[in-house]
């Protein structure tokens, strides 16, 4: 059987963990968190999977290790995690919201809360996870900043950028970075089967891609046999990014 949607979803994520090296994997959501162990898995030995309370786990959840919850908020300030967040809206300059919708004042949807995202932007490496690419998430302008963006780090000067690292996006369309010289948003590759006018009909602000853009690296056979048969055998992943 080809690969779907979602199984390219899942490579895409594990790639953004590719040359971290021994830091910690912080991956929030299924898409992302098959990403992490497929990583570890296959090109990523060195990375450290964690429970999210206090245990290091391998990539079967099996537990190799002790890591309360200060050490691993050392980790965070130190630099030395790699969270891969969600967002209920993300702007060009990848300024990420996750709190309310509408005026701050009197928003009209409550959602998660700022929580650790200002920390973790501006402290360890940070890329983003969005199932459902729509012009409600990528917007022209965030309501609330959570995340901290290219844009907004800038402005606040060296204590910001210092290390600020927003790397990636990855939606069930395509993958996304800011490696531009505006640090604005662009596309590093489609998925198969989206097109650049689908894309843009889907993104709430301008973001070409080439007529013939980088096609999203197709799985191979064993990471295939991995992701079916070990780490998400039950099939999961295909709820979460439709066909």
Not at 147 to 168: E, L
Not at 176 to 199: C, I, K, N, Q, Y
């Amino acid at each position: 059987m080809n690969p779907t949607r979602a199984e390219y979803a899942v490579v895409a994520c594990a790639e953004t963990w590719r040359g971290d090296g021994e830091v910690l994997a912080a991956p929030m959501g299924l898409i992302p968190s098959l990403g992490a162990r497929l990583a570890r898995l296959t090109f990523a030995p060195d990375l450290l999977l964690t429970d999210g309370e206090a245990l290091l786990l391998d990539a079967a959840g099996e537990v190799e290790g002790w890591l309360p919850y200060r050490q691993h908020l050392a980790l965070v300030t130190g630099g030395r995690r790699h969270v891969m967040m969600g967002a209920s809206q993300l702007d060009r300059y990848g300024n990420q919201n996750i709190s309310c919708i509408g005026d701050w004042h009197r928003p009209t949807r409550q959602l998660l809360g700022v929580r650790g995202a200002p920390v973790n932007t501006l402290n360890n490496p940070t890329s983003y996870w969005v199932p459902r690419h729509s012009p409600r998430v990528f917007v022209e302008r965030v309501d609330m900043v959570c995340g901290v963006g290219h844009d907004r780090a800038a402005a606040a000067g060296p204590s910001a950028t210092r290390f600020h690292d927003v790397r990636r996006v990855v939606s069930d369309l395509g993958v996304f970075d800011f490696e531009t010289a505006d640090r604005t948003m662009r596309v590093r590759s489609l998925h198969p089967g989206v097109s650049p006018a689908a894309l843009q009909e889907a993104t709430g602000f301008p973001l070409p891609a080439p007529a013939d853009p980088p096609r999203t690296r197709e799985p191979g056979a064993a990471e295939l046999r991995l992701i079916r048969t070990v780490l998400d055998p039950e099939g999961l992943r295909e709820r979460e990014v439709r066909a």
